[in-house]
């Protein structure tokens, strides 16, 4: 089954440093699960403040800057794995570097068909 696991930090926390040092982890962690063949794909975000939301009402398309929300915690990446079952991808979760000081929501993939091919 697939995941994703959204990595939700406090992005103004990270530092320059810590930042790069989370992005060489989590390419490390990327590596492992990879050579475990349950990795699909990972990718940090750039901040909130290069965000664009998109909304339509009455037919009528509104753009804001920034996220949806304002939460003390916001969405800074993500994993898609292909595990056999949750606790698998609770095991991977707790290795993300920002479940230390963040929360990595897990979620269910739901396979469409008729999907253009990777």
């Known amino acids: 089954m697939k995941y994703m696991l959204l990595i939700y930090q406090n992005e103004l926390t ?7 040092a989370c992005y060489a982890e989590s390419t490390q962690l990327a590596n492992d699960i990879s050579a475990a063949g349950q990795y699909l794909g990972a990718s940090p975000l750039r901040p909130t403040a290069a965000a664009t939301s998109v909304r339509v009402r009455d037919g009528k398309r509104l753009v804001t800057d920034g996220p ?5 915690e916001q ?6 794995v ?14 993300i570097p ?8 897990i979620r269910p993939v739901v396979e469409l068909t008729g999907l253009p091919e990777e």
């Open 14 to 20: 990270l530092d320059e440093a810590t930042r790069q």
């Open 75 to 80: 969405l800074g990446g993500y994993y898609l």
């Open 68 to 72: 949806f929300a304002e939460t003390r």
């Open 82 to 95: 292909d595990v056999e079952h949750l606790d698998q991808a609770i095991n991977i979760a707790a290795r």
């Open 98 to 105: 920002g479940a230390r000081d963040g929360t990595v929501e």
